[in-house]
């Protein structure tokens, strides 16, 4: 089944063409940085920043790969173990499509692992070229030959296995639901996709910004499925609109990749003022067409003259670098944007590109504060954070050193709007509708290991956000990839 892929060492590199350079050279052409709009453009529109390479950048910056002896640390570094190496040869031999399918071999959405995977931590933080130089550009070349082939021939065409007459129900079409569904749906499942949000695609969608990855990409991939026969029944929340034992039951097996959807609180003084947002609300009431919200969100949120966004993770970069957008957009251009972060750049947790692209957008950063209270004006409207001064102290659990208030340090700065970025958990409501399921931490989903995704509810399945906590696209596929191999062989088990 599914063998338009190429399987494992079809590619070899030792049985294909390395024509034009040996490791030598390959290892002195320079890096080619892909391009991106200008940071004063780009503050004026929530489009892509990078522009992806075009057929002959992407070619000289494939042959950048020295191809190193097995195993590639690249390969080991991805938690897909997508085969880089073989991907990179192809792409420099200018076959984009078959570059693609090596990459559509283990991963769901090269298109948007490409595009927003931590690549310095993973496959091109283990790339060994990044010894001596930058390393291969290896996320953008895979989202250059993903959308080649999307654009010039669309998503390749599957063999799929002969109906097996079992149903499955997915909840939640987020990177974990999808690509569950696509897998099962290969196996010849009947797969039934139960979507909160109006339109498929969870965080891809509905949090992660446009200027980071082009959401038509996961409108095209859903649409794809349903030409195969998935279905995606949205405005529908499992445990609201229909119950968790009613898909137990009318189902042959169920998977729930319903991530960790809840935005943590300050838990301060004057957190309900008006002006005072969270995340998500912040981020997709900025950044989708108000069309694909539900009513009660279809409003752009505020800005002000002095926007403030609590948190240093990836999400708080997306926070300021919308708000940044906002504000040029409507030509407010004296005002300012500020992240304040607890601790200090160093122990930011996300990416370092991310914050690279806020200042060169404008956003300021204030590091080692954190707000106290929130004061507001006789509306009832956020105007001021009460701030404490933080040092740092010895390591915490996460290996950080931890932050300390500083006694007697309080101060207050100007906000007329505040974006709490502080860590997202999940969504109680549906575990509890099943008190037989067994939970772990913070009440998400227990399984047998990530590598079945099986709860202790025999053909109920779990993977993503949902099981590990708020963490990556890549992590959520690969485990979804996981469970629906296990999914599968539960399906096909007589009993
Ligand atoms: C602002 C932001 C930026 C991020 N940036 C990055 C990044 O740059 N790179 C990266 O790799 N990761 C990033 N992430 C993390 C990444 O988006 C998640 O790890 C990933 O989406 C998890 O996939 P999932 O399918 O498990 O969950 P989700 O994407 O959260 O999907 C879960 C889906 O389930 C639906 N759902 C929930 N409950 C129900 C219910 N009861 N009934 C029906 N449907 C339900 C939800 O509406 C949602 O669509 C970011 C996250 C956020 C919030």
Redesign the pocket.
């Known amino acids: 089944m599914n063998d338009i892929f190429p399987k494992r060492g079809d590619h070899d590199p030792a049985n294909l063409d390395l024509k034009d350079f040996d490791r030598y050279e390959r290892a002195h052409i320079p890096p080619g940085p892909p391009p991106k709009q200008d940071p004063r453009e780009r503050v004026l529109n929530f489009n892509e920043v990078f522009l992806g390479y075009d057929e002959e950048q992407a070619i000289v910056e494939a042959a950048r790969c020295i191809h190193c002896p097995s195993p590639e640390p690249c390969i080991l570094g991805c938690p897909l173990h997508n085969d880089i190496p073989t991907a990179l040869l192809l792409i420099e031999q200018r076959r984009f499509s078959e570059a693609a399918n090596v990459f559509r071999a283990t991963s769901n959405m090269p298109e948007v692992c490409g595009r ?3 690549q310095e931590i993973l496959c091109e933080g283990s790339c060994t070229v990044a010894g001596y130089d930058r390393a291969v550009n290896i996320g953008k070349l895979e989202a250059f030959c993903a959308d080649w082939q999307r654009r010039n021939e669309g998503f390749p065409d599957y063999r799929i296995a002969p109906p097996s007459g079992k149903r499955v129900a997915i ?7 999808m690509s569950a569904a696509e897998e099962l749906m290969r196996d010849g499942h009947e797969c039934v996709v ?4 109006p339109k498929p ?4 969608v ?3 910004p446009g200027f ?1 990855l082009y959401k038509q990409i996961i409108a095209e991939k859903a649409a794809w499925l349903e030409r195969y026969g998935v279905r995606f029944v949205c405005n ?4 609201k609109d229909i119950a968790m034992q009613t898909l137990l039951d009318e189902y042959d097996a169920v998977f729930l ?5 809840i935005g943590n609180k300050a838990r301060l003084p004057g957190e309900e003022l008006k002006g005072i947002y969270q ?2 609300e912040f ?1 997709v009431r900025a950044n989708l067409p108000l069309e694909d919200l539900p009513a009660r969100l279809r409003a752009r949120p505020e800005i002000g003259k002095h926007m403030a966004v609590i948190g240093g993770g ?2 708080s970069m ?1 926070c300021v670098r919308s708000s940044i957008r906002l504000l040029r957009q409507a030509g407010m251009c004296d005002a300012v944007v500020t992240d304040y972060y607890r601790r200090t750049e160093n122990e930011m947790p996300g990416r370092y590109e991310e914050r690279m692209h806020a200042k060169q957008e404008g956003v300021q950063f204030e590091f080692l504060v954190a707000p106290v209270a929130f004061h507001g004006d006789a509306e009832g409207h956020v105007r001021e954070i009460e701030m404490q001064r933080m040092e740092l102290g010895a390591p915490d659990e996460s290996g950080r050193r931890s932050p300390k208030p500083v006694e007697g340090s309080n101060f207050c700065v100007p906000a007329d709007v505040v974006v709490l970025a502080l860590g ?1 958990s999940p ?1 109680p ?2 575990g509890n509708s099943l008190p037989d399921l067994k939970k772990g931490w913070k009440g998400l989903f227990a399984v047998e290991t990530e590598f079945t995704g099986a709860t202790n509810i025999p053909g109920l399945y779990a993977a ?3 099981v590990r906590g ?5 992590t ?1 596929v690969a485990a979804a990839r996981h469970a629906a191999r296990a999914m599968d062989g539960y399906l096909r088990t007589e009993r």
């Open positions: 927003i995977c931590p909840v939640g079409s987020g990177p974990a639901g139960y979507e909160e949000w695609g969870g965080l891809n509905y949090g992660i980071k529908t929340r499992v445990g990749g319903i991530g960790a959807p995340a998500t981020l990836d999400t997306d997202y969504d409501e549906l993503g956000d949902d708020a963490d990556l696209v890549v959520a």
